[in-house]
């Protein structure tokens, strides 16, 4: 272990100006978004400044049953992970309570105690409220520490960037900086044997029985379990058996060769600071493949946060570029040769069975490789009466059904089907100038049967294990 981390000073911002209070019983880290015992630099800040203080850490996270969007299939990953992270916490040395309330009250509580609040950096509306009410309300320091992105936001860009083509140098020339190893600070005084309240992890399904949640949409743990272990063990296994194939099939949706690591990265189970150091390791000669992944899991997540941060309409219509909006506009009367309901839609019951099958690979399993998401949204888009219903309706199912939704990637991606990010292309009928995708062409670039074929394993496997 060594004595301080790397951790870049442009991570770190104070949220008040309250100073640190010196009769307090520990440095409190209010965890909500990087929820992970390593390579979480908002975590290590606490430990260095509760070893500085000649305090200890205690970690808190509010569970609240009002969780925009979140329903079953969400809350069962989260505390699967939780139960591990705790676990993970106590061997460090540090106590964490999980309470259920919402995340600034429980902060606060806990709060009245701390020397000071440590908190790690979400990007969302809701998270930023959050972290507003602890800072104004609470009577002892609150600093936030960006944990979810390699380089912090406000470095890279203070405006919402273009494209990926605008913010991929802007991130690159800070790399050198901020890719670098986090390791982890020693503890020296522990608090596990203080006593908190919280709930009682070893029983998830009893939390979950207790909540006041929407049950209606199933976890899917026979397919992706949540927890730093699993994230870390299915990531050794892309990189050891299919991240050489990367770069050829990734958009190749019949393969298997991707990650599958965003379901993590959503709840900060993994941090992608350990992914991107993961895979610059790699001993094996693949640089074009490990590009390729870096572009994705860096430049394009990142773009991501950048959209989410600076554009405050992220989740409304009204986040389009003009030329987006303008066009599709003028070709909301054209005709469409099919419209689908949402309850047809979310039943996979329209004429398109690869459509059909990535709605099922969605509803089943809670993940859809990204080359049957792009198509999966384009297909809204043309099936629905209007451009607005569409990206309500488009943004909704995917915020519902994946384990990796209400994310920014999420927003970034339903946005982009609607031409966020991208450029215009030739006219055409409902489209207008945004981007169009056709069955015809899933047939010729890929194995779309073999996808169709692939997703009734799943189905098979799901309704098995119902
Ligand atoms: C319509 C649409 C909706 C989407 N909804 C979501 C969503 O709800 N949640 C979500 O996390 N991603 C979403 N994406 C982005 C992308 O499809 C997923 O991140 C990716 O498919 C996850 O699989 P993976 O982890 O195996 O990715 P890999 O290909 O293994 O890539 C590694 C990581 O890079 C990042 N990444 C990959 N592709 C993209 C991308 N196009 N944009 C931004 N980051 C990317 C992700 O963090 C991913 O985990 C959406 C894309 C589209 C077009």
Known sequence: MIQYPNIQDARIQPLNDFDVRFDADYVLYWMQQAQRAEYNHALEFAVQQ??????????VLGLTDDYPEANLRHY???????????????????????????????????????????CDCGYLKHQRIWRDQVARKADCRVVQVESDVIVPLAVVSKKAEYAARTIRPKIQKHLDDYLIELKPIKVQNSTVNISLDGLDLKRPADILAGMQIDRKVIAVSQFYTGGTSRAKKLFDDFIRSRLTRYQRNHNQPQTDDISHMSMYLHFGQISPLYLALQIKKADRPMEPA?????????????????????????????????????????????????????????????????????MEEMKYTGFMHNYMRMYWGKKILEWSSSPEAAFRTTLEINNKYFLDGRDSNSYAGVAWIYGMHDRAWPERAIYGKIRCMMASGLERKCDIQGYVDKVKTYVRKAEYTM
Request: glycine fraction near 4%; charged fraction near 30%.
């Open 76 to 118: 069962t990953f989260l505390l699967e992970g939780l139960t591990e992270t705790r676990t993970l916490l106590a061997k460090r040395g540090i106590k964490m309570a999980v309470r259920r309330g919402s995340p600034p009250d429980v902060a606060l509580e806990l709060g009245q105690n701390a020397a000071m609040i440590v």
């Open 50 to 59: 509760a070893n500085d203080l000649g305090l200890g850490v205690v970690v």
């Open 290 to 358: 490990k590009d390729a992944f870096l572009e994705e899991l860096i430049v394009r997540r990142e773009l991501a946060a950048n959209f989410v941060y600076y554009n405050t309409q992220y989740d409304s219509y009204q986040c389009l570029p003009d030329w987006a909006r303008r066009t599709l506009s003028e070709h909301r009367k054209d005709r469409r040769t099919y419209t689908y309901s949402r309850r047809k839609l979310e039943n996979a019951k329209t004429h398109d069975p690869y459509w059909n099958a990535a």
